[in-house]
């Protein structure tokens, strides 16, 4: 045996021994050959060990430091003294820095510093790639090498094969004759080729350049080649993040002819980047766009900015946007930072040339037809809450036209009628229950709007001023600005009696302060005549008083427990005043329904305020099953007890409040039922029903269906007439979407909306697609048509396609009209 010296421990361990890869350790041989099969192991510190660059084969996290060290263990040791050679044979397992490898055969050569595994040699690296090889040739610093019948598997899915491998300088592994794949070996017959995969002569990772090259790349779909290249590269799966040139876009219409889209991708540092991106249009010429992102300590934001000086503008219809400008131009920006654990500041904005550019050329993220422009600052606190933005809307729209059925015509633009909010506020704060005498809250909201034109719709002819009907006004609207200050305290408690009775109590009081300057109150010169608007500051109180009761009875039996509970409100206050005298702009929508049955206010916004006496009376029912599902019943109605009914009143700017089922004595009955199983099925349905003769008003009906192989929802709405707000006649909708799994793999999936009231299928779609674990595909048809007109308005074909790890497109291609 030789003695350990020079501070080498020795460590008794089961049959095993250690192999000291460091040049020093022949010194400490008396003989050769020497062979170990005691009991012990022996480790010394690599002082020469060099810091090992990640790779495919060595992963960056597994480099160890100078004082790393190399442990060995096997069933047979043996050192050849005169030849400067270590042999260990026998379950051979080296621990080096926080890579393993183990093979049935490791050689050490000292003189030439390499280090060779043959036979059944397997790697495992701490990010978890497995590499499998016969024989790795490599250098005791690990930075040069050579690798005989490779095989890797990495953490994600993705593998390697090779007939070889070298590695040179620690940064650049070349594999020949080497085929890459992100797909998964089959289970059953693992020799059997991967749905794709990419064979070249020779493939190449560098980690200085964090990308895979291949040099005469065939692309292979089920072994088969499909295409030829004389190089290709992508950016090594492991990197998150690379420069490179990104995949083009190529897209047709009539207006701007073929176009191709290419971008580049500037990965500047990590936490900021550049995109640039050029588009050539065949009739309008070249677009230009880049986008500048920023990541801080806090937050995030970034600007973009697009251009184009359109060289055709007549291949636009004539008289719109589109067709009056050359020079176009837009900035988007967005922006969102934690100033601290406690306050956000964020924005999100387009500026732009024109009322349309975006919508014209399809700008990412500022495509549709509304945009809303907003600044924010937001805070939360444990009993509180804080809001504050401005807010700008704009409407893209090519002609005035597409919008004369709505909005005024003349010569405002639709971005003249939309309004610019400065500021929004919104505070809340609520107390804690001290002493068991309630909870007080506080309710801020400071709304400041202008517009420059008058925003109405009307259920006459609009171009002709002197046919409509002035009774059917809606003003959503107005031209000037707007100020309306609010302000609401309450007091609540609740008690429960030794009987299970829960009773709660509430006071309060609301306080608005609205001033108005309106151009052209009274509006002799537009087709209004709201003869109550003035300009003068209008002040208004509102308080309330509310008693409510409620009974909840529980059973439980051996399927399910149950909860049954009757609840009553009366909510007793003054009338509502100053209706009509102010422009209604936050409260437009009700939808009365069991949401919001048992609100002590049913509008939906600060400049209406519900006045009068009013009950609410109803009971609210579920079911929780053992095994799984619910049933959840609300049912109810609502009564005008005394005073004036405010969603009767007939001055509001908007006629809100009419055929909403609220603005009789007695209100619609409303009911809803949601039923969940525990096999994917859910079904809800919600109706309003006649207070007088049960005639149903309206209704919603859903039911969705998320099985293994297959899913479905369907829903129907109806809606009777309500004049009041430009429908004339009922509305019967019913709209479903389904995917359809046809095997493991393929799946049809579809979407119609049809119009039952005017037999008119307006919207459907089919497709088609196909998905596994490295490839996706997906091929869809959508056809739109006016529900009103049965005209087509637009018909596209979507194309999705992916290679895990190497990338993926995804296109929308307007093919026109019918």
């Known amino acids: 045996m030789v003695r350990p010296e020079h501070g080498i421990k020795m460590i008794k361990k089961r049959n095993t021994s250690v192999l000291l890869a460091t040049c020093a350790a022949a010194s400490l041989l008396a003989f050769s050959p020497v062979s170990f099969d005691e009991d012990f192991q022996l480790s010394l510190n690599l002082a020469d060990a060099q810091e090992v660059q990640a790779t495919q084969i060595f992963d960056e996290s597994s480099a160890p430091d100078e004082k790393e060290q190399l442990l060995l263990e096997s069933d047979q040791l043996t050192y050849y003294n005169d030849r400067s050679l270590v042999i260990a044979t026998g379950n051979v397992q080296i621990a080096y820095g926080k890579s393993t490898l183990v093979a049935d055969r490791v050689e050490y050569n000292q003189q030439s510093g390499r280090l060779t595994a043959t036979d059944n040699v397997e790697i495992l690296e701490p990010n978890g790639n497995r590499i499998f090889a016969q024989e790795i040739d490599i250098t005791d610093d690990f930075k040069d090498g050579f690798v005989s019948a490779l095989n890797i598997q990495t953490a994600d899915n993705t593998r390697i094969a090779a007939e070889s491998a070298e ?13 890459y794949t992100a797909c998964k070996a089959c289970a059953e017959n693992p020799q059997k080729p991967p749905f794709w995969s990419i ?7 560098n980690n200085a350049k964090k990308t895979i090259e291949y040099e005469q790349p065939t692309f292979e779909f089920f072994g088969k080649p499909v295409a030829r290249l004389s190089h290709f590269s992508h950016a090594d799966p492991a990197i998150k993040r690379k420069s490179g040139f990104l995949i083009p876009r190529i897209r047709d219409s009539e207006e701007k002819g073929l176009s191709y889209g290419q971008g580049y991708f500037f990965n500047l540092a990590p936490n900021y ?21 920023h990541r801080t300590d806090n937050g995030e934001y970034s600007i973009r900015y697009s251009g184009i000086n359109q060289q055709e503008p007549e291949a636009f219809t004539n008289n719109t946007v589109d067709s009056n400008e050359d ?12 100033i601290n654990e406690r306050w956000q500041l964020g924005w999100d904005a387009l500026f732009q040339s024109d009322d349309n550019f975006a919508r014209t050329y399809d700008l990412d993220g500022k495509d549709d037809n509304d945009i809303t422009n907003e600044i924010f600052l937001k805070g939360m606190g444990e009993k509180n809450y804080f809001d504050l933005r401005a807010q700008d809307f704009l409407v893209q729209s090519r002609t005035l036209d597409e919008l004369s059925d709505t909005f005024f015509p003349g010569n405002q633009s639709a971005t003249d009628q939309q309004a610019t909010v400065l500021p929004l506020l919104d505070y809340n704060a609520v107390s804690g229950e001290e002493f068991n005498l309630g909870q007080v809250s506080f309710d801020l909201n400071i709304a400041s709007l202008s517009r420059d034109g008058v925003q109405f719709s009307n259920i006459g002819v609009a171009s002709d001023l002197t046919n409509v009907n002035r009774a059917n006004d809606r003003f959503t609207g107005l031209d000037g600005n707007t100020t309306r200050v609010s302000g609401q305290l309450e007091w609540k408690a609740s008690s429960i009696t030794s009987g299970g009775l829960v009773s709660t109590a509430s006071l309060s009081v609301r306080g608005d302060a609205i001033y108005q300057d309106i151009d052209n109150p009274g509006a002799s010169g537009l087709p209004i005549n709201p003869t109550m608007l003035s300009n003068e500051t209008i002040y208004r109180v509102m308080p309330a008083g509310m008693f409510e009761i409620r009974y909840p009875l529980i059973a439980q039996t051996e399927t399910a427990s149950h909860i049954l509970e009757p609840i009553a409100q009366v909510i007793v206050r003054p009338n509502e005043r100053n209706i009509g005298e102010f422009a209604n702009e936050d409260a437009q929508s009700l939808l009365f329904d069991t949401s919001n049955l048992f609100e002590r206010d049913k509008f939906s916004g600060y400049d209406r305020v519900e006045g009068g006496t009013r009950a609410n009376i109803g009971f609210r029912y579920s079911a929780s099953f053992i095994e799984g599902g619910s049933v959840d019943i609300v049912a109810g109605q609502s009564f005008h007890l005394g005073g004036d009914n405010s969603f009767a009143a007939t001055n509001d700017l908007t006629n809100v409040g009419q055929e909403s089922g609220l603005e009789t004595d007695r209100s619609d009955y409303v009911a809803s039922l949601r039923v969940n199983d525990n096999t994917g099925i859910s079904a809800g349905v919600a109706i309003r029903l006649d207070e007088e003769d049960l005639d149903l008003n309206s209704t919603e009906v859903d039911v969705t269906v998320r099985k293994t192989d297959y899913s479905i929802r369907a829903s129907y709405t109806f809606t009777e007439a309500q004049p009041n707000y430009r429908f004339d006649n009922d509305r019967h909708e019913v709209t479903g979407t389904g995917s359809v799994r046809l095997d493991e793999n393929w799946r049809l999936f579809g979407s119609a909306s ?10 459907h779609g089919i497709g088609l697609g196909y998905d596994n674990d490295c490839f996706s595909f997906s091929l869809s048809y959508t056809e739109n048509d006016n529900r009103f007109t049965g005209k087509n308005s637009g018909r596209s074909i979507g194309v999705s396609l992916g290679l895990r790890t190497i990338g993926g497109f995804s296109r929308d291609f307007d093919i026109g009209e019918n």
């Open 167 to 179: 590695r040179r300088d620690g940064e650049v592994t070349e594999f020949n004759n080497g085929v």
């Open 199 to 205: 064979r070249a002569a020779k493939v190449v990772v």
């Open 273 to 293: 980047d550049l995109t640039v991106y050029g588009t050539y249009y065949q009739r309008q010429d070249f677009l230009g766009e880049a986008e500048w992102r």
């Open 327 to 338: 020079s176009r131009h837009a900035v988007i920006t967005r922006g969102l930072f934690d």
């Open 754 to 763: 049809y119009d039952i009231e005017n037999s008119e299928l307006y919207k």
